[in-house]
């Protein structure tokens, strides 16, 4: 992903069913079709430990529910959580841990013979996780939030700010209910990628 200006580009008032949220675009081109998303509540004081969810696109599970992986779960919980306690959802357009929906199709295919989500993902030649949060930092920036509170499982992400100048001052962990389809895959997140899930 080529490092980018981030503007904000349009924002708006939006009633959910979760309740009511600011959702804003971000993006360094009116063109951009993906732009990054931001849902926020009003906020007083955007510097003192505002819980952030930093959540990278899932079509398959957070639009059509898909029982893969648990992506829609998390999605849904962090919207209620922020909606309770205010904060800001950043929505990242990197499908597929970065690898985009055709690949991670065919990652799935490899994972239906048998591979991990890890190995499917380096037999496609990526990496494992091609994941990036620069631009996460950019729209946290952007507010001048300065200390978050973090719904994560992710170690990765919790170190990506470890030399930043945004602090986390707490890790909120956002774990959902394993399913027969997902349990392998959880396993993997948590047994290869060292994710702290503690149901399983
Ligand atoms: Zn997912």
Same mark, same amino acid.
């Given at each position: 992903? #080529?490092?980018?200006?981030l503007?904000? @580009?349009?924002?708006?008032?939006? !009633?959910?069913?979760? %309740?009511?949220?600011?959702?804003?675009?971000?993006?360094?081109?009116? !063109?951009d079709?993906? /732009?990054?998303?931001?849902?926020f509540? =009003?906020?007083? $004081?955007?510097?003192?430990?505002?819980?952030?969810?930093?959540h990278?696109?899932?079509?398959?599970?957070?639009?059509?529910?898909?029982?893969r992986?648990?992506?829609? !779960?998390?999605l849904?919980? *962090?919207?209620k959580?922020? @909606?309770?306690?205010?904060?800001?959802?950043?929505?990242?357009?990197? !499908? %597929?841990?970065?690898?985009?929906?055709? +690949?991670?199709?065919?990652?799935?295919?490899?994972?239906?013979?048998?591979? +991990?989500t890890?190995?499917?993902? #380096?037999?496609? %030649? &990526?990496?494992?996780?091609?994941?990036?949060? +620069?631009?996460?930092?950019?729209?946290?920036?952007?507010?001048?939030?300065?200390?978050?509170?973090?719904?994560? $499982?992710? /170690?990765?992400?919790?170190? &990506? &700010? +470890?030399?930043?100048?945004? $602090?986390?001052?707490?890790?909120?962990?956002?774990?959902?209910? /394993?399913?027969?389809?997902?349990y *392998?895959?959880?396993?993997?997140?948590? =047994?290869?990628?060292?994710?702290?899930?503690?149901?399983?």
């Amino acid at each position: 992903m #080529k490092d980018k200006i981030l503007k904000l @580009q349009s924002k708006v008032n939006m !009633e959910t069913i979760y %309740g009511n949220f600011n959702i804003a675009t971000f993006t360094d081109s009116t !063109e951009d079709l993906m /732009p990054h998303i931001a849902l926020f509540t =009003d906020q007083h $004081n955007w510097s003192e430990n505002l819980p952030v969810r930093i959540h990278s696109e899932c079509m398959t599970g957070d639009l059509f529910g898909s029982k893969r992986c648990e992506c829609g !779960e998390q999605l849904q919980h *962090s919207l209620k959580f922020i @909606q309770e306690h205010s904060g800001i959802l950043i929505y990242l357009r990197q !499908e %597929g841990r970065g690898i985009g929906i055709i +690949n991670k199709l065919k990652a799935y295919c490899l994972q239906d013979e048998g591979y +991990n989500t890890a190995e499917a993902n #380096k037999m496609l %030649g &990526f990496e494992e996780d091609q994941r990036q949060y +620069n631009d996460a930092i950019k729209i946290l920036d952007y507010f001048n939030v300065k200390n978050i509170r973090l719904l994560t $499982n992710n /170690p990765d992400k919790l170190d &990506f &700010f +470890n030399d930043k100048k945004i $602090n986390v001052v707490e890790r909120i962990p956002i774990e959902s209910h /394993p399913n027969e389809t997902n349990y *392998s895959y959880l396993k993997t997140k948590k =047994d290869h990628f060292g994710h702290f899930l503690t149901k399983l």
